[in-house]
């Protein structure tokens, strides 16, 4: 009988992952969530993607990846994202969120990811103030601050 119970509850948690897992794929400069478009995406480069909104257009979020002018030392490597209509900035080394280095659509795929389970952007493409805030307070190392340059 124990057993049983046991793996009721393991399906049931196994069940409630899939439910909840997203699908986030960026294709023709589209950001699908589950087949929907809720972004607009612009490729920069290989180290700048920008993120606009689908309503009006407006460029909400920037994401940059700084080598902190040292190439061939990867170990200060660091990115940046500007939430601009928040005029919030977070700073961080933590490139393992995001990591991708063969493909970095694939790495925009992640940083969305991480975002809508941050709660900091809904399904619908929309920034969360509150969540913007928190997210820096998690996540900032506020970088350019403690560079000596």
Known sequence: MTTKKLLAFFLFILSFNFYFSQEVVIKDDKVLLDGKQILKAEKI???????FTMKDDDEILMWKYMDNETPKYMEDDYFILKFLTEKVTVET???????????????????????????VINNEGELNPERVAIFKEKYDENITERTVR
């Open 93 to 119: 080394t933590d490139i393992s969120k995001i990591a991708n280095f063969m493909n970095s659509r694939k790495g925009m795929e992640k940083l969305i990811k991480w975002l809508l389970k941050e709660r």
């Open 45 to 51: 480069n290989v180290f700048q993607y920008s993120f």
